[in-house]
């Protein structure tokens, strides 16, 4: 009977126990909570506050009746979007684009960060990133202006060189076939310098006894890059890969928006901008709702599927 008692009464120590080693915790780390509480409430207001708003997919919805009093109507909205006639060319772009970015973009930061950090002298390593960081900052607005400079057929930079040598004049934004290329130049130009920074913080991270392993070996430059600095990398290059799959539907809206004209909408046209003309411009809040739950569901099978993926192939994925 004793050692019922005692046993019981253990138990019900324990989730006391569980509460005062966690409230022991937030305690000793309460700085790194406040300095993480911004991001927490952003979140917080911003993602999961506003998912309460997906009720409208699945309604006919409107402003003035509001959440509970708008008519349901089922998964309407999601047959209508299946049936659309613009529907397999805008998912077409959409999945091509991101394909593209994933291909050319994601890469890049990668290799960069690998050729910096190779550079020995820490003046010009500095000096080099401040420059490459710097387009990060400068506005879609005006990327989309100094390419109207450089590509424009009438004023552009590129057209008058080309006459200047005798060349027809090339109609580089309203051409289909050059609009791709263009998009991906913008990107590369703009972020490839800003991605390389949790890179090289990853390669910072190396431990440097395993270069001095391989040198031991004879290891030359290519050689401990290859062996040593990749391999140390890739957990990180694995993570930041299966959240760009989360994003594969998601493109820049900035960038597509101005650099759409009519000659290329066939390939232009996106997601996001369809979204911005029938939800915002047209006022189909409920219809726009539905092809964002879409987008976001394509996004959780991809990541859902590469997570499990790299688990079984013997990495650490992001759960």
């Known amino acids: ?11 019900k120590q324990k989730p006391k126990r569980r509460r005062s080693g966690l409230l022991l915790q937030l305690y000793k780390n309460r700085f790194l909570y406040l300095l993480g509480l911004p991001g927490i409430l952003f979140f917080i207001l ?3 506050v506003p998912m309460g708003g997906i009720i409208i997919a699945f309604q006919n919805y409107s402003p003035i009746r ?6 349901f109507v089922g998964f309407a909205h999601f047959v209508r979007l299946f ?11 959409t999945l091509l684009l991101s394909a593209l970015g994933i291909i050319f973009l994601f890469p890049a930061p990668i290799l960069l960060a690998l050729i910096l950090n190779e550079v020995r002298s820490q003046k010009y390593k500095r000096t080099v990133q401040t420059i490459i960081y710097l387009p990060h900052f400068i506005s879609w607005v005006v990327i989309a202006s100094l390419t109207f ?13 080309l006459v200047f040598l005798g060349a027809e004049k090339v109609r580089f934004l309203m051409a289909e076939n050059y609009f791709y290329p263009i998009i991906l130049l913008q990107g590369l130009w703009k972020d490839v310098g800003w991605n390389t920074i949790i890179y090289l913080a990853a390669i910072a991270g190396v431990n440097p006894a395993l270069y001095e392993a391989a040198e031991i070996d004879g290891a030359g430059k290519f050689s ?22 989360g994003n594969i539907l998601e493109v820049n809206f900035e960038q597509l928006w101005l650099m759409q004209n009519p000659l ?4 232009a046209e996106v997601f996001d901008t ?24 394509v996004g959780l099978i991809l990541i859902l599927g590469a997570n499990s993926w790299v688990r079984k192939k013997g990495y650490e994925g992001i759960w």
């Open 83 to 93: 049936n659309e006639p613009d529907f397999w060319m805008i998912f077409r772009n």
């Open 264 to 267: 290329v909408l066939n390939v």
């Open 274 to 297: 369809y979204v911005y003309k029938v939800g915002i411009q047209g006022g189909q809040f409920s219809y726009s709702t539905a092809v964002g739950i879409f987008k976001s569901f």
């Open 66 to 71: 509001g959440f509970l009093d708008s008519e």
């Open 46 to 48: 911003f993602k999961y």
């Open 1 to 11: 009977m004793e050692l019922n008692t005692t046993s019981i009464a253990s138990v």
């Open 224 to 245: 401990k890059i290859w062996n040593v600095t990749i391999p140390s990398i890739i957990p990180t290059v694995i993570i930041l890969f299966i959240l760009g799959l």
């Open 149 to 161: 400079v450089f590509l424009s057929t009438e004023v552009g930079l590129v057209n008058k060189f």
